[in-house]
């Protein structure tokens, strides 16, 4: 028996390509995921460890608020001088080195723009010499106030040179500096990690970085010889207390690299949920080709009933089938994922301003999981198959009809319980009910829905397929096409449901973004009452700011009824880390956002004071009147009175505070401003010259409120390409599962077009009908994907609507390309069947059996 399977396993290896492909590039997704994470997680081992070679031990202050990754870059806290003295005074100490190191300082380069930064910090600091790991390529160090260097990597970007005088950014509105030097680092390399670094002189950076003249938030110590880092690391622990944190330079790489590699988790998981999509796809696309195999040889297989084989055997034998076709898929998807994994890894790189790589290298978990997927899901796709082959009676190798149609009743009642099922998980899960488990929910209601869907699927192809395939009809090769589509109910479904996924998924986001879209556009239009807005796009961690003596310059210029900038941070409010705004004009909540007062006064805030919507104080407890401490990024913590309480808004942040709060922000400066008009007066006549105030400000413009709307949501547009990109390959395989049906097909009805030809049926006619046929199921697919796309994209809009998101679009457009993108995909999918059928031998074929 097992060599029997092997010979039909190789006999029939042509028509197996396409779907262990669909294996191949569902495997890709998953290991490339684990291979990318892996050497990235090395790389940042690696770039760390340099970074902190010459860190024997290191002290800093606790921070006053806590901040993850996600956040933004970790505040630390300013320290007086005489703290360095008194590491300095420890026994075992050979050097201490007051620092200063803080993101925030971006350079302007010639073109006039600051240099950008896609996720490295941009870090500002005291120059303290050359070392092991620092090297100055050109020029000197800084000694003057106005001088300063920078690292090559920087240089390179902003297209700078020693000598050139240049405007940096930092706690205070612009300053320019002469470029006296440019560094590099030890191994030629021009960064680290692409961060960029400005070095300053040690009272400079203190005033421009920290804010506090005569302060460091770093001390950098050497151990004297014969001192290991442990024992100094707690020796100077005890001599500065427990308001500071003391690690050795291995303990600060492993922690910044740990931080690190917790947002690469959150990546990885991404590819992974794609991956999952692929291969969900490609379960269909199995599962369709081993039920046709079976279809197929069905009299090979009686015929091995009736010699003596057992139902386990036959069983035994398509599974070993699957087993093959999943190892071997996996091989390819391990090498095409470790491929892939090595390019993102290269592209990664290149963002991050050259970082150099580890080694790529195959972890385990990228060879488990590609071999575990590959081989469970072909496994399981070919199961169903295996368990219909093994009651296939005697008998049946007698019989010329292979399949006989079966009743939908058991399909359509399992299909209406799965989603079923599906639709109280996305119930449970979008309406907040699911606990702690809500993504996880949310995930498996739309698996359970899908799923579902595919087994419903069956019942309603055929007046569907019967309507599309009307179109046709009046064509003698499309009568035929139309009716072959139709034939099989349950292979049209399965080959459709495997284009539905894809389209569903992107039609079902579609929907979600351009409703957050135009509900955000309407909320903008109907609640801001102001012309102007001065606002930056946000590309790294820190929002774009600008000099706060914008303000009132504008607040100056004819026209102009009222002006307000806006701060904002992370705050803890009692023992809740909230988001906190704060606001220069309190009047504008009325008068500019539409505020409606719940109780107190929302016109005015004094020092001390602080506005919180409805819903922020009755989760908190807070009413008019009620104290409540708050710690800032900088500073001590402070006591803060409501005294006024508004409806809560998508538009309004939970809590107001007045200006003077921003000075304990972590960005000190204005990150947005609403400019009001007179009545009358004309926005062509204020923005130039709002324009004109903002330059030294490049990270923000002025735009009236129909651009800023649309620069705000121009990066939802971003994120739906970026998307459709990598469901596109759910869309691939599922091209590859209506070739391979129609493969398949051919070769099922081989005797069938014989008979055709040989009643005069053209070549072209054939094509013909081999192409209706794959263009009926493509739209019909398409069809499918479009309706439960919809409908789980108006599902998650309506979850959704207390957050703001409370008008469904549906893209109507985009609908009608799908559609027509699909009966596309059905013309390029026939194309090798049909030339196939066209190529038939017609005495052969009606010879075949």
Do not use: C
């Not at 970085?209 to 001390?219: D, K, R, T």
């Not at 309507?467 to 139309?482: E, I, M, T, Y």
Request: aromatic share 6%; hydrophobic share 50%; glycine share 12%.
């Amino acid at each position: 028996m097992f060599r029997a399977t092997l010979k039909s396993l190789l006999a029939r290896k042509v028509r197996l390509v396409l779907s262990g492909l669909a294996v191949v590039l569902g495997v890709m997704f998953v290991s490339g995921a684990f291979v990318l994470t892996d050497t990235l997680g090395r790389s940042f081992d690696s770039l760390f460890a340099d970074a902190y070679a010459e860190v024997d031990v290191n002290v800093a202050a606790k921070p006053k608020l806590a901040v993850n990754e996600f956040e933004g870059e970790q505040l630390q806290t300013p320290f007086p001088a005489s703290v360095v003295d008194t590491v300095r005074a420890v026994p075992g100490v050979a050097e201490a080195t007051g620092t200063v190191v803080a993101d925030g300082a971006r350079l302007i380069g010639s073109n006039g723009k600051v240099v950008a930064s896609f996720g490295p910090p941009q870090l500002g600091g005291n120059w303290v010499g050359e070392g092991d790991l620092v090297q100055l390529r050109e020029g000197r160090e800084p000694r003057a106030d106005d001088e300063i260097v920078i690292n090559k990597g920087l240089a390179d970007a902003g297209r700078v040179a020693v000598g050139d005088r240049v405007g940096v950014l930092t706690l205070a509105p612009r300053k320019d500096f002469t470029i006296v030097g440019i560094f590099g680092y030890s191994g030629d390399r021009d960064s680290l990690g692409g961060v960029n670094e400005v070095m300053f002189t040690t009272p400079t950076a203190q005033q421009l970085m920290l804010g506090e003249p005569g302060a460091f938030n770093n001390i950098v110590v050497t151990a004297a010889s014969g001192v290991s880092d442990e024992s100094l690391r707690d020796a100077v622990a005890a001599a500065v207390g427990d308001d500071y944190v003391v690690k050795t330079g291995e303990q600060l790489s492993a922690d910044a690299a740990a931080g690190l590699k917790e947002g690469l988790t959150f990546f990885n998981r991404i590819l992974l949920g794609f991956a999952a999509v692929a291969l969900l796809v490609g379960t269909f696309l199995i599962l369709n080709t081993f039920s046709i195999i079976v279809a197929q040889r069905t009299r090979e297989l009686a015929l091995l009933r009736a010699v003596g084989a057992s139902a386990r055997q036959i069983i035994g034998s398509v599974v070993l089938e699957a087993i093959a076709i999943g190892l071997i898929a996996s091989l390819f998807g391990l090498a095409a994922g470790i491929g892939i994994g090595a390019l993102l890894a290269y592209l990664f790189s290149n963002l991050a301003g050259g970082m150099a790589l580890a080694g790529i290298a195959v972890p385990a978990s990228a060879v488990i999981g590609a071999f575990g997927v590959g081989l469970v899901i072909t496994v399981l796709a070919a199961l169903l198959p295996a368990l219909r082959a093994a009651r296939i009676p005697p008998i049946a190798a007698m019989q010329d009809v292979a399949t006989p149609d079966r009743p939908l009743t058991k399909i359509t009642i399992a299909g209406a319980v799965v989603t079923s099922v599906g639709a109280v998980l996305l119930f449970l899960g979008l309406g907040g009910h699911a606990g702690g488990n809500t993504l996880a929910t949310i995930l498996g209601g739309v698996l359970f829905a899908f799923i579902g869907v595919a087994l419903l699927t069956p019942l309603i192809s055929k007046p569907v397929v019967a309507a599309l395939g009307a179109v046709f009809s009046g064509w003698v090769p499309g009568k035929l096409g139309r009716l072959n589509s139709g034939r099989n109910p349950r292979r049209t479904a399965i080959t459709a449901a495997a284009l539905m996924v894809g389209i569903a998924l992107v039609t079902g986001i579609t929907v979600i973004l351009d409703s957050a879209k135009s509900s955000i556009s309407g909320l903008v239009q109907d609640n801001v009452r102001a012309e102007l807005v001065i606002a930056g796009a946000q590309s790294g961690p820190r929002p774009p700011s600008f000099d706060p003596a914008v303000l009132d310059q504008t607040k100056a210029i004819p026209g102009v009824r009222l002006v307000d900038g806006q701060y904002g941070d992370i705050a803890l409010l009692g023992d809740q880390r909230t988001w906190v705004g704060a606001v220069t004009e309190p009047a504008a909540m009325r008068q500019v956002y539409g505020a409606t007062p719940v109780a107190g006064d929302i016109d005015r805030l004094a020092a001390g004071q602080m506005m919180i919507s409805s819903d922020a104080a009755e989760s908190r407890g807070l009413s008019v009147g009620s104290t409540v401490p708050v710690q800032f990024a900088r500073g001590e913590p402070q006591t803060y009175t409501v005294t006024g309480v508004y409806e809560s808004s998508p538009i309004l942040g939970p809590v107001i505070m007045p200006a003077d709060a921003a000075r304990n922000f972590s960005i000190t400066q204005p990150i947005q401003a609403f400019i009001q008009l007179e009545p009358g007066a004309r926005v062509a006549d204020v923005l130039p010259r709002v324009e004109a105030l903002l330059a030294n400000s490049p990270e923000v413009s002025v735009a009236d409120r129909d651009a800023f709307i649309e620069e705000q949501t121009g990066q939802l547009d971003s994120l739906l390409t970026m998307i459709q990109i990598l469901l596109a390959l759910a869309i691939v395989i599922a091209v590859l599962g209506i070739i391979n049906t129609l493969a398949l097909s051919v070769l099922e009805r081989t005797r069938e077009l014989g008979l055709l030809r040989a009643i005069g049926l053209r070549r072209s006619q054939t094509m013909g009908m081999i192409t209706v046929e794959a263009v009926v199921i493509s739209v019909f697919g398409a069809l499918l994907g479009v309706a439960v796309g919809t409908g789980l994209g108006a599902a998650v809009v309506e979850a959704l609507r207390e957050e703001g998101i409370n008008k469904l679009v549906l893209p109507w457009g985009q609908m009608g390309i799908f559609l027509g993108l699909a009966a596309l995909i059905g013309v390029i999918a026939a194309v090798l069947p049909a030339i196939r059928a066209a190529r038939i031998n017609v005495l052969g074929a009606i010879a075949h059996d």
